[in-house]
C-alpha cells in the first residue's frame, strides 16, 4: 500500500514544495511506493521561482507544482495520509485540520523545522545559497524517511523514528 506523505508550510511556496519534490524524486529514484504532497494553511497561490530553481538543478521534475491549501487533504477522496509533516515553525502552531489516515487510523504529525530561505539576505544570489542549503537539509532527512521499514513500523515506532530525523 502507498505511503502518503503530506508537508504542511503556511504558504506552500518554498519549504514545503521543496519537501514534496525531493521526497517524490528519491521514492521514485529507490523504488519506494511512498507519494509526498505538500499544502499550506494560507497558501499564496504561486511557487517560490527560487524553489522551482533549486529543485530543476537537483534535476527534480517541478511540473505541476502549484500552491494549494491543507484544506485539500481533510476533504472526502483525499488520500489516506500515513505521515503529517510541517517544516515551518507558524504551520507547527497552527490548529490543523482532521486528516484521515489509512487502516492505522489518524496519521503520524511531526514537526522539521527549516529556517524560511526566502528571507535570506544577500540579493538573489543569497536566495539562492539559502534555498539550496535548505534543498539539501530536506532531502538528507526525506533519504532517512525512506530508509524506514515504513510498511511494518507500528505508529509509536514511525513517531520515535520520525522524531529521531527532526534531531539528526
Not at 22 to 35: I, P
Amino acid at each position: 500500500m502507498r505511503c502518503h506523505v503530506l508537508v504542511l508550510c503556511t504558504h506552500n511556496s518554498a519549504r514545503s514544495v521543496l519537501a514534496e519534490g525531493m521526497l517524490n524524486h528519491w521514492a521514485r529514484k529507490l523504488g519506494r511506493n511512498v507519494q509526498a504532497h505538500s499544502a499550506g494553511s494560507a497558501p499564496s497561490g504561486r511557487i517560490n521561482p527560487f524553489a522551482l530553481e533549486a529543485l530543476r538543478h537537483a534535476g527534480v521534475d517541478t511540473e505541476g507544482c502549484r500552491s494549494k491549501s491543507w484544506d485539500t487533504f481533510s476533504a472526502a477522496g483525499a488520500p489516506p495520509l500515513a505521515i503529517v509533516i510541517t517544516v515551518c515553525d507558524s504551520a507547527a502552531a497552527e490548529a490543523c485540520p482532521v486528516f484521515f489516515g489509512g487502516a492505522g487510523g489518524e496519521p503520524v504529525k511531526v514537526h522539521w523545522g527549516y529556517p524560511d530561505p526566502s528571507k535570506a539576505e544577500g540579493g538573489d544570489d543569497g536566495k539562492r545559497r539559502a534555498f539550496e542549503l535548505t534543498r539539501q537539509a530536506i532531502a538528507y532527512r526525506m533519504l532517512q524517511l525512506l530508509a524506514l521499514p515504513l510498511e511494518t513500523m507500528d505508529r509509536a515506532a514511525l513517531r520515535a523514528a520520525l522524531e529521531d530525523i527532526a534531531r539528526s
